[in-house]
């Protein structure tokens, strides 16, 4: 029997939570998965490693069916319409990634998630790489009073004051005619 131990270099594996924060998915989904076989990994004593490069070459499935067809447009009842509030405004110099971390935390802890909403999206500019294009859709039948969306968006904007420069934001309302 050799005296040499084969340990292998741990700065090429990352925990359960590590990859779970790299994929973007929840630690139980990640353990799911090693379990499965999905995701390769190795024990070592109680701990569950992962190869970077295993995280790095992870291909989730699509959840869901594939669409099949297109959608065609709708248009809503007027006592369930949609409507569309937008906002344009610049990440602060130098703070993009810490802009990132920002949504992820607020993703993570499940805030800001403006009641009455239908959909929710915080879009970067292909062109403008410090613009951010936010965008909620509400449901007119579920959708609270104004007092009650603009106290969630003071929230929203606090949370976000020091990477997002608010002096800069334009804001637009709107009624959605016709969507998908």
Known sequence: MSDE???PDLQEYVSIKDAAKMLGLAYTTVHEYVTEGRIKAVRAADVILIPVEEVRNFKP????????????????YADNSLYQTSISVQI?????EAFKRRLEEIRDKKEHLFQGTVARYIVGSNKQPNLVEITFI???SVMP???IRQQA???????????LDWTTAHYDDGRVFMHA
Do not use: C, K, Y
């Open 61 to 76: 499935n699509i959840s869901g069916r594939p669409r099949t067809s297109i959608p065609l447009w709708r248009i809503s």
């Open 153 to 163: 968006l003071e929230a929203f904007q606090q949370a976000l004051d020091d990477v």
């Open 92 to 96: 602060r110099e130098g703070q993009q």
């Open 5 to 7: 131990i084969n340990i």
């Open 138 to 140: 509400w449901r007119s």
């Open 145 to 147: 009073d104004i007092a």
